[in-house]
């Protein structure tokens, strides 16, 4: 069974950090794509970062610079350092793990059969 648990969120001042964790089990960790995802309230859900199983990572723009996505395959656990916030960046954030290696892949053995996805944890940033 698929499972991720986020954690780490928070509320910090505009200008502050946050370390996002993602644990994940049920599936080959380090064989899947993983990404962190965003849905402030009254928006659509929305790409920040995602990092592929060889490590190749993508940024949003609007986090470019202040955001980095890692992960440690021998911990199944996937991280989002966030820095310089800003109060645009408050939402509910999900870690999801891919069916495939990369974000455009297919389904590869050991990933989940599709996309799946934690209860998300909130991100508060005051200006």
């Known amino acids: 069974q698929v499972q991720l648990v986020e954690s780490g969120g928070g509320s910090v001042q505009a200008g502050g950090s946050l370390k996002l964790s993602c644990a994940a089990s049920?599936?080959?960790?380090?064989?899947?794509?993983m990404g962190w995802y965003r849905q402030a309230p009254g928006k659509e859900r929305e790409l920040v970062s995602f990092?592929?199983?060889?490590?190749?990572?993508t940024h949003a723009d609007s986090v470019k610079g202040r955001f980095t996505i890692s992960r440690d395959n021998a911990k199944n656990t996937l991280y989002l350092q966030m820095n310089r916030l800003k109060p645009e960046d408050t939402a509910v954030y999900y870690c999801?793990?891919?069916?495939?290696?990369?974000?455009?892949?297919?389904?590869?053995?050991?990933?989940?059969?599709?996309?799946?996805w934690g209860q998300g944890t909130q991100v508060t940033v005051s200006s």
């Open positions: 990092i592929s199983s060889l490590t190749t990572t």
């Open positions: 049920g599936f080959i960790f380090g064989k899947c794509g």
């Open positions: 999801a793990a891919s069916r495939g290696s990369d974000y455009f892949d297919g389904h590869r053995p050991g990933c989940p059969v599709v996309n799946a």
